[in-house]
């Protein structure tokens, strides 16, 4: 069992930065593949950004590419979301996840399906 904890959200004006923070607790953080997926009121969920076990691969939803940036701390099991630049169509409640990937150190996963765990969520209010 892998627990997830976020946060980091909050409410900033269109242009302004966030930066959200998951924790991870219970098994061996590096064996997991992370994702932040965000998910709007009447929307579903949706990608946001992945990075591989060893940090070496990350990916970015073409909405998010420039603007957001994902990383992660293997020695302190956290990993981030740096969002810069942000838009009111950015508003949506955060949640990152973690799916297993032993053996593949670079693999990172863009879809719900491979999640194995999932945090609460955390939210994100963008003002215009």
């Known amino acids: 069992q892998v627990q997830l904890v976020e946060s980091g959200g909050g409410l900033v004006q269109a242009g302004g930065s966030l930066r959200l923070s998951c924790a991870a607790s219970?098994?061996?953080?590096?064996?997991?593949?992370m994702g932040w997926f965000r998910q709007a009121p009447g929307k579903e969920r949706e990608f946001v950004a992945a990075?591989?076990?060893?940090?070496?691969?990350?990916s970015y939803a073409d909405s998010v590419k420039g603007r957001f940036t994902i990383s992660r701390d293997n020695a302190k099991n956290t990993v981030a979301l740096q969002m810069n630049s942000l838009k009111a169509e950015d508003t949506a409640d955060y949640y990152c996840?973690?799916?297993?990937?032993?053996?593949?150190?670079?693999?990172?996963?863009?879809?719900?399906?491979?999640?194995?765990?999932w945090g609460q969520g955390t939210q994100v209010t963008v003002s215009s």
């Open positions: 996840a973690a799916a297993l990937s032993m053996g593949y150190s670079y693999r990172l996963y863009e879809k719900v399906g491979p999640y194995d765990y």
């Open positions: 219970g098994r061996t953080f590096s064996n997991y593949a």
């Open positions: 990075i591989s076990r060893n940090g070496d691969m990350t």
